[in-house]
């Protein structure tokens, strides 16, 4: 093997790993980069999406049974603070501002004493929109009719009951028994 191949091989195995090495720094530390090249990012999301309109539901005095029905399982119970559940939810996704949200429900015995709320708990709508990175051109689709259109459109048909004369063939058989 002449000498210029066998000083190539090294050559090459070193730059390879020099441009793994660059590509690994690259990804956590520099988001000038990922400006220019955007890779793919796994969304993650993580607890119990409490909105404005659910927090405003639970009272004081709701047992735990109540407060599950209307805001979900705690994210965090802790068997040495039993009366404490902690609804945490975190949201990261590709192309809209990341989320953290704490609430804090403090129970005696089997009653809700209080509900520590955040100041920023959006509503529904906000939040939806918070996460929306599908930004639509012109108007959103109309997705419901009001009466006047509803009562414009054709009455459906209701086809006629079968009568008893279409039977189809009918076939006799010879009795099973002979007697």
Known sequence: MPVSFRLLRPTLGLAALAGLSACSS???????FMAVVP???VEIVQGNVVTKEAAEKV????????????????????AFHA???????????????PQ?????????GDKLKSFEVPGDLPTEKEFVASIN????????????????????????V?????????????????????G
């Open 26 to 32: 690259w990804v956590g530390h520099d988001d000038r």
């Open 39 to 41: 890779l793919y990012r």
């Open 59 to 78: 009272k004081p005095g709701m047992s735990r049974d109540q407060v599950r029905d209307l805001l979900g399982s705690p994210m965090l119970t802790d």
């Open 83 to 97: 009366d404490r559940w902690d609804y945490v939810f975190t949201i990261r996704r590709q192309g809209a501002a």
């Open 100 to 108: 953290a949200r704490r609430l804090v429900a403090l129970f005696e």
């Open 133 to 156: 990175t599908f930004k639509p051109k012109g108007n959103a689709p109309k997705l419901e009719l009001n009466e006047a259109e509803r009562s414009a459109l054709p009455k459906p």
């Open 158 to 178: 209701r086809p006629a009951p079968p009568s008893a004369e279409t039977g189809g063939p009918t076939r006799a058989f010879p009795p099973l028994e002979k």
